[in-house]
């Protein structure tokens, strides 16, 4: 079909907008001398269109007979001065920013390079057409069936971080040709589970089109995990059934559409902090051939600044880079549906030059975004530069992961710390979140995650076995605050396995049964191993891939977690919208809070303070101070959380007055879930077996 400009259409909106007769072409590229946009037909031949017209430094035009599913990218001609961070090449095909769509494999070979070998000065003129993905004209058609925002209260989130393709490649139920897709994840076993279990959302480590390092590519290893951003407003290609010509866009749709009707929210992992370019000596795919010096933080003018660890680092401090990033969340929220975000790196988009700053571009328009502020938003409050570590420090709209929680609980279970800082963590992180008047759900609670060690291999291995990465076991952190327990890796020890299992449990308890928002990796739930690897961003394979083939003892911690899951759903005590402050509610009452040793006497500050201190008590009464304008709600169930961590047992005296009466286990961890109940009266002990914990609800 023939193509030509028949207008100049307009400089907004950026991308390719399909339209009656054509579509609007759109590309942001100050500095550059011309713009072509470059059409590819079936068979791959290319036709390339001169854009007639620039302005506010946006090349635009008309062009005719541009259908869905047509694939294109884009030339750009400019000066080649590296030395002040000009990369201009026309040699190079470039990626539609604004692609709502990508197709095509990116492959290793030197013409993807702007530079010659490892002089990045000098200009590499060969075409890297052959060896890059195409971009994708998609339209907006779809039925969504009346499809609303569930909108679930923070304090009602259970949040299950997952992979679109590891919770699904290996599962018997889903069938072999939707294995690793979205339609795979919207398969009834999948959502069966899911909505079985008892979260709330789904949250999916990055979707947008990514492609492989080169360092990976030149090992033999692909990119599992998705951290290595091409496309910011397109689904990735490789997870769906129907191929990548725009039914990535419908898939991921329909995928939405079904998770919103079994209740689960849908949160997407996206990493604007920076793009799959690397640095200076990386593939020219997209950004850098458009505009290097806007789209990128440069240290001289030539070099990428990198507060990422990835080479490079977006520059949202660049009003048409902020304006990128801040259309493509809207796109996701608008056009896709989805219901939040987890920023990856949080820390490099908020910073200002060189500064984190939390009144700066990025945080500041994320505030006035009437769409956007609604939204559920997720910091990883931290980045590998200078002063990056911003744990508490984001403003109110934002919850974080709180990785202090993380740390302790860890510690607490191995033993390795009392229990100083566990009050804190398990009652929200007021000293964290209490001060500017943030809410308890603004602690994303979590224990793993998709980085470092999962569940079982927390209490398996004590050092990391990332030997399958190819990189001599150095990659991936020396920090995992895990245990082995007497052998390292598997065993058949029944011993050993049975702290191993219970320890799974005991981290479980306190994940979901703490005040926050908890946030389960997927897997744990049936304990699931990588079998040591605690860095497993290139192993697509089984290492990643969930085992749905569960022995009876992973059976138990599905039981003990969906058991858990109810609780806190069931129960407000453990959803609790208000920190606490330690008062009566009512006159001659219990406190909301209280913490008790095995004694059943409030901690003295030298227990609290005391290494030793391996066995608390948490009292979470069940009535709740009555909230200005509110209606006053119900008493809930009071309950007593003993938590265990020392290798001996202990006696556990029940408290009196004005605590309870009467003491009856609901969670134990070192039964069977099935266990019978028992009912322990004021005065009475508990013995509570080594590293475990008992959950018992408190009667009068």
């Not at 931290?382 to 984001?394: C, K, R, S």
């Amino acid at each position: 079909m023939d193509h030509e400009i028949d207008g100049s259409g307009s400089w907004d909106p950026l991308g390719v907008t399909l339209d009656a007769t054509g579509a609007n072409v759109a590309l942001w590229a100050p500095g550059a001398d011309a713009v072509d946009l470059c059409l590819f037909d079936a068979d791959g031949t290319e036709t390339p269109i001169r854009l007639p017209e620039q302005t506010f430094g946006v090349f635009h035009g008309h062009v005719s007979a541009v259908a869905e599913g047509t694939a294109y990218g884009f030339r750009v001609d400019g000066p080649w001065d590296p030395a002040s961070g000009r990369r201009w090449n026309h040699a190079k095909l470039l990626q539609d920013p604004y692609a709502h769509a990508m197709d095509g494999a990116f492959r290793l070979t030197p013409a993807v390079f702007g530079n010659v070998g490892t002089d990045d000065l000098l200009r590499n003129d060969d075409d890297s057409a052959p060896f890059v993905p195409r971009s994708i004209a998609v339209g907006s058609a779809f039925d969504w069936y009346g499809d609303q925002p569930l909108n679930i209260p923070w304090n009602d989130t259970i949040i299950y971080e997952t992979h679109v393709k590891g919770l699904t490649m290996r599962h018997p139920d889903v069938p072999e040709h939707l294995r690793g897709t979205y339609a795979g994840l919207a398969h009834p076993a999948v959502v069966d589970h899911l909505t079985q279990l008892g979260v709330t959302a789904i949250e999916l480590m990055p979707i947008h089109h990514f492609v492989d390092e080169v360092h990976l590519l030149e090992l033999g290893l692909t990119n599992y995990w998705g951290y290595n951003t091409l496309g910011f407003f397109a689904p990735h290609a490789a997870y769906s059934s129907v191929g990548g010509r725009g039914g990535q866009v419908r898939e991921f749709k329909e995928m939405v559409r079904t998770l919103h009707q079994a209740g689960l929210e849908v949160i997407l992992d996206v990493v604007y902090n920076h793009t799959a370019e690397g640095n200076e000596f990386g593939p020219t795919l997209s950004f850098r051939g458009i505009c290097n010096p806007g789209y990128y933080r440069l240290s001289d003018g030539r070099h990428y600044t990198d507060y990422t660890g990835c080479g490079n680092t977006l520059d949202v401090s660049n009003p048409h880079v902020l304006q990128m990033v801040m259309d493509s969340l809207r796109y996701w929220v608008q056009e896709m549906h989805v219901d939040g975000f987890r920023f990856d790196l949080a820390a490099a988009l908020a910073r200002s030059f060189h500064d984190v700053d939390m009144l700066g571009a990025f945080v500041t328009t994320i505030q006035q975004d009437p769409i956007l502020r609604r939204a559920k938003l997720i910091a990883e409050p931290w980045d590998v530069g200078p002063g990056g570590y911003q744990v508490g420090e984001f403003p109110t709209l934002w919850t974080e992961w709180n990785g202090k929680y993380r740390d302790c609980l860890r510690d607490f279970w191995r033993g390795a710390t009392g229990v100083g800082e566990l009050g804190w963590r398990l009652s929200g992180s007021a000293d964290l979140y209490a001060g500017d008047g943030r809410r308890p759900y603004a602690s994303i609670n979590f224990i793993t995650a998709h980085d470092g060690f999962p569940m079982r291999d927390l209490s398996t291995y004590e050092h990391k076995h990332n030997e399958a990465n190819l990189e001599d076991n150095r990659d991936g952190t020396d920090d995992n605050r895990s245990a082995n327990y007497g052998h390292e890796g598997e065993t058949d020890g029944e011993g050993i396995n049975s702290i191993r299992h219970r320890q799974i449990l005991n981290m479980m308890t306190t994940l979901l049964l703490a005040t926050g928002v908890p946030m389960m990796l997927g897997g744990d739930e049936i304990g699931r191993t990588q079998g040591g690897n605690n860095n497993a961003y290139c192993q697509d394979n089984e290492i990643s891939w969930f085992d749905w083939h569960l022995e009876p003892w992973q059976r138990q911690v599905l039981d003990v977690t969906r058991a858990l899951v109810r609780l806190r759903r069931g129960h407000r005590v453990f959803r609790q919208r208000f920190f606490f402050d330690g008062r009566p509610v009512r006159e001659g009452g219990a406190p909301d809070l209280a913490w008790l040793g095995p004694d059943g006497q409030p901690l003295t500050d030298e227990e609290w303070n005391a290494g030793w201190t391996k066995t608390l008590g948490m009292y979470l009464s069940g009535e709740v101070h009555p909230v200005p304008g509110e209606p006053a709600l119900a008493p809930d169930d009071s309950f007593l959380l003993l938590l265990h961590a020392s290798d001996d047992e202990i006696d556990f005296t029940m408290p009196g007055a004005p605590f309870g009466t009467a003491y009856t286990t609901v969670i134990d961890t070192a039964d069977d879930v099935a266990g019978p109940e028992r009912t322990y009266r004021a005065s009475e002990a508990i013995r509570l077996t080594p590293r475990s914990s008992v959950l018992l609800r408190v009667g009068n």
